[in-house]
T-cell receptor, first 116, second 113 residues
Framework: NAGVMQNPRHLVRRRGQEARLRCSPM?????VYWYRQLPEEGLKFMVY????????ESGMPKERFSAEFPKEGPSILRIQQVVRGDSAAYFC??????????????FGPGTRLLVL | AQSVTQLDSQVPVFEEAPVELRCNYS??????LFWYVQYPNQGLQLLLK??????LVKGINGFEAEFNKSQTSFHLRKPSVHISDTAEYFC???????????FGTGTRLTVIP
């Protein structure tokens, strides 16, 4: 059973460009979470999605960031007009059932975004 | 609001020696507690979690942690480390019934041959 997959693993963008980060959850998982890890900091929750629904986006910056989890295909985290402060590791996690923390979240390897 | 503190950013230890990685949290409500490990260039892997019941929790790879409510701590221990334990270790907390985790800044464990 393949784990959570994220691509690309590394992404370089210039200021003002768009970044698209993709996450394919584990087979059978319908709950996806995105976290961001800034340098020298712990992971911080951004958004929690189920298929076609955003359940909790309390950790998402108000501007330039959006996320989706369509009926078919991977979850996408989109960052428009990137700035240097967006440089970070972005981790996706998935869980099989209800989205409470009793359910183990399985993490992908992350996407390292570097904004020049 | 919740927070997690991992006081030790780096812990070097000799092979076969015991190790303790410290984690303290603050929360005004009941919490679940987790330890994750991250090997180089890999995603986080769950080591163990405390939801309820016995305060001593055993996880994978010989690790265990003890929940101490009065001291708001959840320290991770292993009696004898191996080279393969070299990795970054993250403590995390979640409100019971919540859907997101709050992570500490991580402790880098380096096992010295």
């Amino acid at each position: 059973n393949a784990g959570v997959m994220q691509n690309p693993r590394h992404l370089v963008r210039r200021r003002g460009q768009e970044a698209r980060l993709r996450c394919s959850p584990m087979k059978g998982h319908s709950h996806v979470y995105w976290y961001r890890q800034l340098p020298e900091e712990g992971l911080k929750f951004m958004v929690y999605l189920q298929k076609e629904n955003i359940i909790d986006e309390s950790g998402m910056p108000k501007e330039r960031f959006s996320a989706e989890f369509p009926k078919e295909g991977p979850s996408i985290l989109r960052i428009q007009q990137v700035v240097r402060g967006d440089s970070a590791a972005y981790f996706c996690a998935s869980s099989p059932r209800q989205g409470t923390s009793e359910e183990t979240q399985y993490f992908g390897p992350g996407t390292r975004l570097l904004v020049l | 609001a919740q927070s997690v503190t991992q006081l030790d950013s780096q812990v070097p230890v000799f092979e076969e020696a015991p190790v303790e990685l410290r984690c303290n949290y603050s929360s005004s409500v009941s919490v679940y507690l987790f330890w994750y490990v991250q090997y180089p260039n890999q995603g986080l892997q769950l080591l163990l979690k405390y939801l309820s019941g016995s305060t001593l929790v055993k996880g994978i790879n010989g690790f265990e942690a003890e929940f101490n409510k009065s001291q708001t701590s959840f320290h991770l221990r292993k009696p004898s480390v191996h080279i393969s334990d070299t990795a970054e270790y993250f403590c995390a907390v979640s409100e019971t019934g919540a859907n997101n985790l709050f992570f500490g800044t991580g402790t880098r464990l380096t096992v010295i041959p």
